[in-house]
C-alpha cells in the first residue's frame, strides 16, 4: 500500500511540474512573453507554492527523484561536448566570454529577482497581518 501511495505522489508531482510548463507554453505562445517556458513555469510554480495553491507535499517526491538523477541530464551534454570537439576548440574564445557575461548577467538578474521577492514576501505578510 505504502508503494502505491509513494508511485501515485510521484505521477502527481510529474504531473503538476509538466503542467506548469505546458501552462507558461501556452500563454508565452499567446501573449507573445518574451521568456522561456522554463523560466516562466518556475515563476508561476514558486508563486503557487508560496500562495499555498500547490502544497509541497505533492511534490516533493518527484523534486527528490529528479535531484537524486540530475547527472542522468547531462550526459547528453557530455556526449555533445565530444562530439564537436573541433568546434569548441576552435572557437574557445567566444564560448569563454559568452559564458563570463551571461553567468555574470544572470548572477545579477538573479539577485535582482530574489531581493524584489523578498520585499513582496515581506509586503505580503505585513498585508496579511494587517488583515
Request: net charge positive.
Given at each position: ?106 548572477i545579477i538578474i538573479t539577485g535582482l529577482f530574489v531581493e524584489y521577492g523578498l520585499k513582496f514576501l515581506r509586503l505580503h505578510k505585513m498585508r496579511k497581518n494587517h488583515d
Amino acid at each position: 500500500m505504502e508503494k502505491i501511495k509513494l508511485i501515485l505522489n510521484f505521477i502527481l508531482g510529474f504531473i503538476i511540474l509538466t503542467g506548469f510548463y505546458f501552462v507558461s507554453s501556452v500563454i508565452i505562445k499567446f501573449l507573445h512573453v518574451p521568456l522561456s517556458p522554463v523560466i516562466l513555469g518556475l515563476i508561476l510554480f514558486a508563486f503557487a507554492l508560496v500562495e499555498g495553491i500547490i502544497k509541497e507535499e505533492w511534490i516533493k517526491t518527484t523534486s527528490e527523484f529528479l535531484i537524486k538523477n540530475m547527472a542522468m541530464f547531462i550526459v547528453p551534454f557530455m556526449g555533445g561536448l565530444v562530439v564537436y570537439k573541433h568546434m569548441i576548440m576552435k572557437n574557445w574564445l567566444v564560448i569563454l566570454v559568452v559564458i563570463f557575461v551571461t553567468t555574470t548577467l544572470m548572477i545579477i538578474i538573479t539577485g535582482l529577482f530574489v531581493e524584489y521577492g523578498l520585499k513582496f514576501l515581506r509586503l505580503h505578510k505585513m498585508r496579511k497581518n494587517h488583515d
